[in-house]
């Protein structure tokens, strides 16, 4: 030992352990805690419950900033007629109750950012917001609002012709075209 070294006691070596103990675990704890998760459902739709076949997106997690999300949305006609076999109807962003998405089928989760987040927020708006007539049963429907919704978070996307009215054909056809999802075919 040099002149005017001092050497630390276990005390002090334990003390210090410990502060860096905190300090770390509370840097790495945070990030972990703030996560969304934006998984992708399909109703089969049924003449005995009065539901046409849907597709949605459910939101649940949290942000960065410690706000809670627990929200879903699908694209829909503001009122279900013939008329939307006619062309561009009156359009509605609907939300589910818990008791029926847990009738549905998740075809796939995938953890987002939040600016994913925010942009997904600002893509729903869009669609709920569009002026007149927004519905289009073959060119802008459920399918095609959640396949935005997939576009932003990375994953590929198409929309073949025979698959516009099947919304759980479709995602199991999204999910064999994202295979690093990892995600099984829904029965």
């Given amino acids: 030992m040099r002149h005017g070294e001092r050497r630390l006691g276990p005390e002090s070596i334990g003390r210090i352990f410990a502060i860096l103990l905190v300090v770390l ?3 790495w704890a945070s990030p972990a805690l703030a996560e969304v998760k934006l998984s992708f459902h399909s109703f089969n739709g049924s003449v005995l419950v009065g539901r046409y076949p849907h597709a949605f997106i ?3 997690g949290e942000l960065e900033n410690g706000q809670k999300v627990n929200e879903n949305c699908g694209f829909t006609a503001k009122k279900v007629s013939t008329a939307i076999l006619n ?3 009156e359009h509605d962003i609907m939300t ?3 008791k029926y998405i847990s009738k549905t089928n998740r075809h ?7 600016k994913h987040y925010q942009r997904v927020v600002a893509e729903m708006k869009a669609w709920r917001d569009a002026p007149s007539k927004y519905y289009d049963l ?10 935005e919704i997939a576009k932003i978070v990375g994953l590929k996307v198409e929309y073949p012709k025979d698959m516009l009215r099947r919304p759980k054909s479709w995602l199991n056809f999204v999910t064999s075209l994202n295979p690093e999802l990892g995600a099984k075919i829904v029965k």
Wanted: charged letters at 20%; one cysteine or more; aromatic letters at 6%.
């Fill in 25 to 27: 675990s509370l840097g």
């Fill in 58 to 60: 459910v939101l649940e």
């Fill in 87 to 89: 062309g561009p109807v």
């Fill in 96 to 98: 589910e109750k818990p």
């Fill in 108 to 114: 796939f989760t995938v953890t987002i950012t939040d």
């Fill in 138 to 147: 073959d060119t802008r429907n459920c399918i095609h609002f959640v396949g």
